[in-house]
């Protein structure tokens, strides 16, 4: 508010008198000094040079007849008081304040000296741990509007960013402008007090403009009106070194006693070529206390480089519902930039076990090896199996504890309660079950499963899988478009063993990230060193538009490209992947279950997320997008079944955020008219980093979903301060330049006495017109004729 009363009691416009003395009729100055002047004296002393007098008579005499004839002109050319009635305009100085994204970011200003003392002194705290546009609001409240008050100046405050606004507190500055259009906001400024008594113009600023107009044109045409543009800096001015982390890649959720994959980028600007730092993996306790997990050592460059750290299980620890992480770059020496050297970001943990049903048509080697790798090898796993060619009298495998199945599950019901995974291999959907019905009911009730958030596999089979699916519900579900005609891979192949190649190598999708290395990773699957390679594949058509393509044929190909193997997609909150081979088994050739396992790990992780975000399978929540810019408002969308999974009609639904420093706060979804089930919230945040919303049921989890605030790309970019723009503008239109820690130094740009005077009337009031212009003109020729009478002269 300190800016609000400066302005507030800032010298306004008000109304002033003046008196002046002018002569109307007064000639040209020539006219005056050549003859009026001349003349006088002359005739002065044609009138006395006739006299027998002394000098010292001859002058007394002649100087009281030339004061009286000066008189008698003075008197002719109409001497008058001028009274004017003016109104007064104090000089405007208007300030610019930088309120884009980069004005949030925080500098290191390293080492000592009397320049991070002045910003201590400023902000009264340490620079380091202030944002500019704290450091900017400080300088203007402590330095530069008084002064302004002081010397008699108008300020008038404007913030910039995408656009111009005025601004009466520099508490309504928020940092949220995604571009830094310094030309733009200048020239509007001018265009908007054109005529008004402008004297200057401040920018405060890092300088880094990125967008609008080219401002070094508009500071020259400010210049060549008259205006100054002065510039004022801030953030570190030293040349940018600067080594920063972004998040690249992290689950939103976990099984417990899972081994936590991140993915981060890393990347260095203005540091020297093979510059080596170190990543640091650290898990962080509720009192913030710090755990090293995992370090890597990698070369910093321009481009960044993507790094993979591995998070272990917790052992020998109480349960835990949310691991909070940090991965950071210890400060390198003169780095301008600490900010951006680490991020914070929280998985949610489940307790949950991932339930599983596997269908298969018979007894194949695909099947029974996937059978046993998930009924022995993974803790988190619930699985129930059916075999469709078994006896009546066989008892289809379940894990321990788990009843034996008599029947294929067919009800909506029964597969949205009791499983987040359906794996289909090479079955018949219609040799589900002997009654037609309940095979329609199947196809239907996994519809709406996979719909509702749940999991969907499909392994192809050299009889069904997935020609069976064309022309029934679960031909939607599938990532890919299957070909009517039946092209048999045998015609493709010939049996020949091949490998798969990645779609993307250098950054594979989790699925297919067996090894943290990237260059290791694609070793695996493309060379004979690595996996053992498939010898059949199902040819479909093409990946439809939206899904992703993980693992394509090294050679065989159709009109859209090399034909796909196994790729994954989404329908609309449940997770979807396809697979044309089946001979995963064979991994286990010369790796034993190890990658065998990590594949379908991975696999069923991935395709269960959208259920494992739900804790009671009945509560969706997602961000519309998963990353945003700080100045976008965020929208978070949830869906909500009764207890008979249909969609809820309760008018709202409580939720909670968590900000990137573990700040907590209450948000509440809205029902969406005319749209049951459907809630929505929106909301504005003030920082960048990994924010989560979750729901909760009697203290427990239900549901959540995790979004990333970032800075807008054009400021993130570089956000270094550019002390050389801000000179150049300063100088182009004849303003000064300086760093915020020498503010005060602005105060020889500010004189003061720049008012300007406009008038309203003027009243005149004859000079002459009294009685003591007769009384000073008689009295001088009655002295002339006193003293001419004492000298005896006519």
């Not at 090896?369 to 998930?374: A, G, I, R, V």
């Not at 609309?572 to 790990?601: Q, Y």
């Not at 409580?654 to 573990?662: C, I, N, R, V």
């Not at 089930?677 to 959540?704: F, H, I, Q």
Request: some cysteine; aromatic content about 6%; hydrophobic content about 40%.
């Amino acid at each position: 508010m300190i800016l609000a009363t400066l302005l507030q009691q800032a010298p306004a416009a008000g109304e002033g008198v003046r008196e002046t003395l002018k002569l109307l009729d007064l000639p040209p100055a020539w006219v005056v000094v050549l003859l009026v002047v001349p003349g006088a004296v002359l005739l002065t002393w044609l009138c006395y040079s006739a006299e027998k007098l002394s000098l010292r008579s001859r002058a007394v005499l002649s100087g009281l007849r030339l004061f009286a004839l000066l008189l008698l002109c003075l008197v002719l050319f109409r001497p008058v008081f001028v009274k004017k009635h003016e109104e007064i305009k104090p000089a405007e100085v208007l300030l610019l304040v930088d309120d884009s994204a980069s004005m949030l970011r925080q500098d290191s200003y390293a080492g000592g000296g009397s320049r991070r003392g002045e910003l201590e002194r400023l902000a009264g705290k340490p620079p380091e741990g202030a944002k500019r546009l704290e450091l900017a609001r400080a300088g203007i409240e402590k330095e530069l509007a008084p002064l302004l008050k002081q010397k008699g100046y108008e300020l008038r405050s404007f913030r910039f960013g995408d656009t111009l606004e005025p601004v009466t507190d520099l508490k309504d500055l928020s940092g949220r402008g995604r571009t830094t259009q310094i030309g733009s906001a200048l020239s509007q400024v001018l265009a908007s007090h054109r005529g008004r008594n402008v004297s200057d113009i401040v920018i405060v600023s890092d300088g880094r403009s990125n967008a609008g107009t080219p401002p070094l044109e508009v500071a020259r045409a400010a210049g060549a009106a008259g205006i100054r543009v002065h510039t004022v800096v801030v953030g570190d001015t030293r040349p940018e070194k600067n080594a920063l982390v972004q998040i690249a890649e992290v689950p939103p959720s976990a099984l417990e006693g899972d081994e936590i994959e991140l993915s981060v980028r890393v990347a260095g600007r203005g540091l020297p070529a093979g510059t080596q730092a170190s990543v640091v993996l650290e898990e962080l306790d509720p009192n913030g206390d710090a755990r090293p997990l995992a370090e890597e050592q990698v070369e910093l460059d321009e481009n960044g480089r993507r790094v993979v750290l591995l998070a272990p299980p917790l052992e020998g620890v109480a349960r835990t519902n949310e691991r909070r992480f940090r991965v950071r770059i210890p400060p390198l020496p003169e780095e301008t930039l600490r900010d951006d050297n680490a991020v914070e970001f929280s998985v949610h943990v489940t307790p949950e076990k991932i339930r599983v049903l596997l269908v298969e048509g018979y007894p194949r080697w695909e099947y029974r090896y996937l059978k046993n790798l998930l009924l022995r090898s993974d803790q988190n796993l619930e699985v129930q199996c059916f075999l469709l060619s078994a006896t009546p009298d066989f008892v289809q495998e379940s894990t321990k504890g788990l009843p034996p199945l008599a029947t294929v599950p067919t009800g909506r019901k029964d597969l949205l309660d009791h499983y987040d995974v359906v794996i289909l291999g090479d079955v018949n959907p219609y040799k589900i079950s002997p009654d037609p019905l309940r095979c329609e009911e199947f196809l239907n009730s996994l519809h709406e499963f996979v719909e509702r958030g749940g999991g969907l596999i499909c392994q192809a089979g050299e009889i069904d899988n997935p020609r069976a699916f064309l022309g029934t519900p679960l031909e939607e579900l599938l990532p890919v478009v299957v070909d009517p005609t039946g092209v048999s891979s045998a015609d493709l192949s010939g049996g020949e063993e091949f490998h798969g190649v990645l779609e993307d190598p250098s950054n594979p999708h989790e699925v297919v990230r067996l090894v943290p290395d990237a260059a290791e990773n694609r070793a695996l699957w493309e060379t004979d060193n690595g996996l053992r390679g498939f010898t059949w594949f199902y040819p479909v058509l093409r990946a439809k538009p939206g899904a992703q393509v993980l693992l394509r044929h090294p050679s065989a190909h159709n009109a859209q490209g090399n034909y796909p193997l196994i790729v994954c997609g989404y329908f609309p909150a449940g997770r979807t992947l396809f697979m044309g081979v089946d001979s995963t088994f064979m991994w286990r050739f010369r790796f034993g279950d190890r990658f065998h396992e990590r594949f379908w790990r991975n696999a069923l992780r991935w395709v269960a997320l959208g259920r494992l975000k739900s804790g009671d399978r009945r509560v969706q929540l997602d961000a519309l997008r998963s990353r945003y810019n700080l100045d976008e408002r965020v929208v978070i969308e949830g869906r909500v079944l009764d207890e008979d999974y249909r969609p809820s009609e309760a008018p709202t639904v409580d939720a909670h955020l968590s900000a990137p420093d573990g700040a907590d706060s209450e948000l509440k979804l809205t029902l969406v008219p005319d749209h049951p089930g459907l809630y929505r919230a929106s909301l504005d945040v003030d920082r960048p980093g990994l924010y989560r919303v979750w729901t909760e049921s009697k203290g427990v989890r239900t549901a959540s979903a995790d979004f990333e605030v970032v800075l807008p790309s054009r400021e993130n970019s570089d956000p270094a301060p550019d002390p050389d723009l801000m000179a150049r503008l300063a100088q182009a239109s004849g303003g000064g330049a300086y760093e915020l820690a020498n503010l005060a130094r602005i105060e020889e740009r500010f004189p003061g006495q720049k008012e300007r005077r406009e008038l309203l009337s003027a009243d005149l009031d004859d000079a002459w017109d009294h009685w003591g212009t007769l009384a000073l003109a008689l009295a001088l020729l009655c002295t002339e004729w006193i003293l001419r009478k004492r000298w005896e002269l006519v």
